[in-house]
């Protein structure tokens, strides 16, 4: 099992910063984040393994960047140049696979075994 926490969310302006942290009872080979808006299905929005490999969503390619320190068992999502839309429920998830390798499942909630409870993103114009 794996015990996954988040912080760092918070409410903010459209064009600001926040940053994700996802503390981690132990290491997993790939982590993710997550968001769920009101309404609307769950997305992925970035991924990342433990062989350097991360891809991200076309909605924030550019804008947020995703990284995971080992030391500290902790995955972090840095989000710049925030956007309404980006107005969410953020969740860390993980998985002991190598999700990553498998062209076009990084984004789909059911690879993940673990999950948090979220840290809500609220943006505004």
């Known amino acids: 099992q794996v015990q996954l926490v988040e912080s760092g969310g918070g409410s903010v302006q459209a064009g600001g910063s926040l940053r994700l942290s996802c503390g981690a009872s132990?290491?997993?080979?790939?982590m993710a984040w997550f968001r769920q808006a009101p309404g609307k299905e769950r997305e992925g929005v970035a991924a990342i393994d433990d062989v350097g490999r991360k891809t991200y969503a076309d909605s924030v390619k550019d804008r947020f960047t995703i990284s995971k320190d080992n030391s500290v068992k902790t995955l972090f999502l840095q989000m710049n140049s925030l956007k309404p839309e980006d107005t969410a429920l953020y969740y860390c998830a993980a998985d002991d696979s190598w999700v990553l390798g498998y062209s076009g499942l990084w984004n789909r909630s059911v690879r993940y075994s673990y999950w948090g409870q979220g840290t809500q993103v609220t943006v505004s114009s």
């Open positions: 132990r290491n997993t080979n790939t």
